[in-house]
């Protein structure tokens, strides 16, 4: 037997039917707020950025290289070895800062202490009999600049695994292109 609460017609019920598109609605815009929200979380921790340190290590790199170049003797004999590398690294802070979202280029750190030059230290003279020069030639500050690029490879290569595709991929080159100058100055 059927019972008469049963047979009464549907608008006569005490609960209504809500709609199903507000509420199909609403359980989209919570889907999409949910994660959204969780990704805009851990936008304000106040981590630095990690390409905050390969563009630091660029401007040095190429701050290094400067002051390299700003002495007399070895900046004329190495200016066509270090100058392309120098603009090279200059680059490499600019499109990291681009990334960064900079809108003017950050400066560059001070230059590392230069290689002793001639008015620095004490002069041996031609007849001291010491065989030793005391001016700094390309064998002296090369290796300070090949080193200085085989750290900006480790810390690229370091870092290109753990980053986004578009970032990984001017990070990489970036790396590449160290290696490729490391190379070069052999």
Same mark, same amino acid.
């Given at each position: ?27 989209? !815009? +919570? *889907?999409?707020? $949910?994660?959204? %929200? ?9 981590? /630095? =950025? @990690? ?41 490499? !802070? +600019? *499109?990291?800062? $681009?990334?960064? %979202? ?9 230059? /590392? =202490? @230069? ?46 695994l753990t980053l ?23």
């Amino acid at each position: 037997m059927v019972s008469p609460e049963c047979a009464r017609p549907a608008s006569n019920r005490v609960i209504r039917q809500i709609p199903r598109r507000p509420i199909l609605l609403g359980l989209t !815009a +919570v *889907a999409v707020a $949910v994660p959204a %929200g969780s990704l805009l979380a851990g936008c304000g921790r106040g981590e /630095p =950025d @990690p390409l905050e340190s390969v563009a630091a290590r660029a401007r040095s790199d190429a701050a290094l290289i400067d002051s390299i170049l700003a002495q007399p003797t070895i900046g004329a004999a190495l200016s066509g070895r270090l100058g392309p590398v120098a603009d090279a690294r200059r680059q490499h !802070a +600019v *499109a990291l800062g $681009v990334e960064l %979202g900079e809108t003017s280029p950050a400066p560059a750190p001070p230059p /590392p =202490d @230069p290689p002793p030059d001639q008015s620095t230290q004490p002069s041996s003279g031609p007849d001291s009999g010491s065989g030793v020069s005391s001016q700094p030639g390309p064998e002296d500050v090369l290796p300070r600049v090949r080193t200085a690029l085989d750290d900006s490879v480790r810390q690229a290569g370091r870092l290109v695994l753990t980053l986004p595709r578009q970032r990984a991929a001017l990070v990489g080159s970036i790396a590449a292109c160290c290696a490729a100058y490391r190379a070069v100055l052999e």
